[in-house]
Nanobody, 127 residues
Protein backbone atom coordinates (compact mmCIF):
# COMPACT_ATOMS: atom_id res chain seq x y z
CA UNK A 1 0.00 0.00 0.00
CA UNK A 2 1.09 3.55 -0.76
CA UNK A 3 -0.46 6.67 0.75
CA UNK A 4 0.07 10.06 -0.87
CA UNK A 5 -0.72 13.50 0.53
CA UNK A 6 -0.09 16.66 -1.47
CA UNK A 7 0.60 20.13 -0.09
CA UNK A 8 2.08 23.44 -1.20
CA UNK A 9 -0.53 24.68 -3.62
CA UNK A 10 -1.57 28.30 -3.69
CA UNK A 11 -2.04 31.40 -5.82
CA UNK A 12 0.68 33.29 -7.65
CA UNK A 13 0.92 35.79 -10.48
CA UNK A 14 2.21 35.02 -13.95
CA UNK A 15 5.94 34.37 -13.85
CA UNK A 16 5.88 33.28 -10.22
CA UNK A 17 6.82 29.96 -8.65
CA UNK A 18 5.21 27.25 -6.55
CA UNK A 19 6.74 24.19 -4.93
CA UNK A 20 4.42 21.24 -4.44
CA UNK A 21 5.15 18.46 -1.98
CA UNK A 22 3.78 14.94 -1.91
CA UNK A 23 4.37 13.02 1.32
CA UNK A 24 4.71 9.32 0.50
CA UNK A 25 3.93 6.69 3.13
CA UNK A 26 4.93 3.14 2.17
CA UNK A 27 7.22 0.23 2.84
CA UNK A 28 10.71 1.01 1.52
CA UNK A 29 11.07 0.11 -2.13
CA UNK A 30 7.37 -0.32 -2.86
CA UNK A 31 7.01 2.44 -5.44
CA UNK A 32 8.96 2.15 -8.69
CA UNK A 33 7.36 5.04 -10.57
CA UNK A 34 6.01 8.35 -9.24
CA UNK A 35 4.47 11.24 -11.12
CA UNK A 36 2.54 14.48 -11.08
CA UNK A 37 -0.64 15.02 -13.07
CA UNK A 38 -2.98 18.01 -13.24
CA UNK A 39 -6.60 18.58 -14.02
CA UNK A 40 -8.18 21.89 -15.00
CA UNK A 41 -11.95 22.43 -14.66
CA UNK A 42 -13.86 20.58 -17.36
CA UNK A 43 -10.73 18.90 -18.73
CA UNK A 44 -9.10 15.50 -18.48
CA UNK A 45 -6.30 14.70 -16.08
CA UNK A 46 -3.02 15.47 -17.89
CA UNK A 47 0.49 14.20 -17.38
CA UNK A 48 3.00 16.72 -16.01
CA UNK A 49 6.15 14.87 -14.92
CA UNK A 50 7.33 11.41 -13.89
CA UNK A 51 10.31 9.88 -12.12
CA UNK A 52 11.40 6.27 -12.51
CA UNK A 53 12.90 5.51 -9.12
CA UNK A 54 15.05 2.49 -9.98
CA UNK A 55 16.98 4.21 -12.75
CA UNK A 56 16.33 7.82 -11.67
CA UNK A 57 15.03 8.93 -15.04
CA UNK A 58 12.71 11.92 -15.37
CA UNK A 59 10.09 12.71 -17.98
CA UNK A 60 8.15 15.93 -18.63
CA UNK A 61 5.20 17.05 -20.69
CA UNK A 62 6.28 19.40 -23.47
CA UNK A 63 4.17 22.17 -21.97
CA UNK A 64 6.20 22.24 -18.75
CA UNK A 65 9.66 21.23 -19.94
CA UNK A 66 12.39 23.61 -18.76
CA UNK A 67 9.96 25.22 -16.29
CA UNK A 68 9.05 22.38 -13.91
CA UNK A 69 11.35 19.99 -12.04
CA UNK A 70 10.39 16.72 -10.33
CA UNK A 71 12.57 15.51 -7.48
CA UNK A 72 12.42 13.02 -4.62
CA UNK A 73 13.86 13.33 -1.14
CA UNK A 74 14.37 9.77 0.07
CA UNK A 75 15.42 10.87 3.55
CA UNK A 76 12.13 12.65 4.12
CA UNK A 77 9.92 10.38 2.01
CA UNK A 78 8.69 13.26 -0.11
CA UNK A 79 8.18 13.97 -3.81
CA UNK A 80 8.41 17.55 -5.06
CA UNK A 81 7.36 19.52 -8.10
CA UNK A 82 9.15 22.84 -8.47
CA UNK A 83 7.14 25.03 -10.81
CA UNK A 84 8.79 28.17 -12.20
CA UNK A 85 7.79 30.75 -14.81
CA UNK A 86 4.17 29.90 -14.19
CA UNK A 87 1.48 30.77 -16.71
CA UNK A 88 -2.30 31.11 -16.31
CA UNK A 89 -2.71 27.87 -18.28
CA UNK A 90 -0.88 26.05 -15.48
CA UNK A 91 -3.89 26.63 -13.23
CA UNK A 92 -5.22 23.24 -12.15
CA UNK A 93 -5.56 20.75 -9.33
CA UNK A 94 -2.25 18.92 -9.10
CA UNK A 95 -2.15 15.24 -8.11
CA UNK A 96 0.77 13.01 -7.22
CA UNK A 97 0.59 9.36 -8.20
CA UNK A 98 2.57 6.19 -7.64
CA UNK A 99 2.89 2.74 -9.17
CA UNK A 100 4.42 -0.39 -7.66
CA UNK A 101 4.66 -2.25 -10.98
CA UNK A 102 7.57 -2.04 -13.41
CA UNK A 103 5.09 -2.78 -16.18
CA UNK A 104 3.83 0.77 -15.70
CA UNK A 105 7.07 2.19 -17.14
CA UNK A 106 5.83 1.79 -20.70
CA UNK A 107 2.93 4.21 -20.24
CA UNK A 108 4.29 6.49 -17.54
CA UNK A 109 2.33 9.45 -18.97
CA UNK A 110 -1.08 7.78 -18.63
CA UNK A 111 -3.20 7.99 -15.47
CA UNK A 112 -4.06 4.30 -15.97
CA UNK A 113 -0.45 3.35 -15.13
CA UNK A 114 -0.86 4.44 -11.51
CA UNK A 115 -2.68 2.65 -8.74
CA UNK A 116 -2.24 5.17 -5.97
CA UNK A 117 -3.27 8.84 -5.91
CA UNK A 118 -3.27 11.77 -3.55
CA UNK A 119 -6.25 14.02 -2.95
CA UNK A 120 -4.87 16.91 -5.00
CA UNK A 121 -3.78 20.47 -4.31
CA UNK A 122 -4.92 23.59 -6.13
CA UNK A 123 -2.46 25.77 -8.01
CA UNK A 124 -3.77 29.05 -9.41
CA UNK A 125 -1.87 31.47 -11.65
CA UNK A 126 -3.37 34.89 -12.26
CA UNK A 127 -2.49 37.52 -14.85
Amino acid sequence: QVQLVESGGGSVQTGGSLRLTCTVSEQPGNSVLVAWFRQAPGKERDFVAALKLIVTETYYADSVKDRFTITRDTTKGTLHLQMDSLKPEDTAVYYCAASVFRSSFANYNSPSAYGFWGQGTQGTVST
